[in-house]
């Protein structure tokens, strides 16, 4: 098994690179992102709170995305390992996952670090606003909490998985196929050495 985590700030790329990723090593995909958008479509109790703090920019409590992850780990217990997209985004996140992964007797094996410049991560958002319908795209401020919020809450996170030495920064500015290949470069090594 051979779990990974994507990580990176909003709009650096990490939904476009998991599509990409999942096809070639058959992981199952796992974006709290996309999960939280399905509860707002379906108009769910979990989805409607999510919706007033997703709209200002703000995370969704820890307790209700370590319990979707719960839910679809367990849902996916035959996998080959899974792609984390977009969690864990604070500390108690991360810790909360360590200790599922270590009740199924595995572990985070790699995170890589998209690195993208702020001035970039604004222009890809203002860009995805216009076709993607997303309540958190359309505003700059939204955007801009949404960049505090990255550095406040989530960045963190990123010194965690470095205690445990498993961080690859990846250059994430290039071409969507140019980034893809760093990836998967990072990726193949990884898989040589967990072999
Ligand atoms: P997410 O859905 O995770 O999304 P994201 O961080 O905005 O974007 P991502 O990095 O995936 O960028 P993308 O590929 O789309 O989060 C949404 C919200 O949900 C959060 O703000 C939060 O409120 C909530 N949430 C989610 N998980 C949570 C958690 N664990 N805890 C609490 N709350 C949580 O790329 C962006 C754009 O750039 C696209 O338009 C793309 O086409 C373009 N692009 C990609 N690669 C490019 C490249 N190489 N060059 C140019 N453009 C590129």
Known sequence: MFNLVLFGPPGSGKGTQSEKLIQQYGLIHLSTGDLLRKEMKAGTPLGNEAKSLIEKGQLVPDEVVVGMISSALDANAGANGFL??????????????????????TAIHKVLFLMVNEEELITRLVGRAKTSGRLDD????????????????????????????????????????????RLRQSIDKAMAEEA
């Not at 604070?90 to 200790?99: K, M, N, V």
């Not at 505090?148 to 196929?177: F, H, M, W």
């Open 138 to 181: 359309a505003d700059p401020d939204v955007q801009r909490k949404r960049q505090d919020v990255y550095k406040n809450e989530t960045l963190p996170v990123a010194g965690y998985y470095q205690n445990q030495d498993k961080v690859e920064r990846i250059e994430g500015e290039g071409s969507i196929d140019e980034i893809f290949d």
């Open 84 to 105: 984390f997209d977009g969690f864990p985004r604070t500390i108690a996140q991360a810790e909360a996952l360590d200790r599922l992964l270590e009740l199924k007797k």
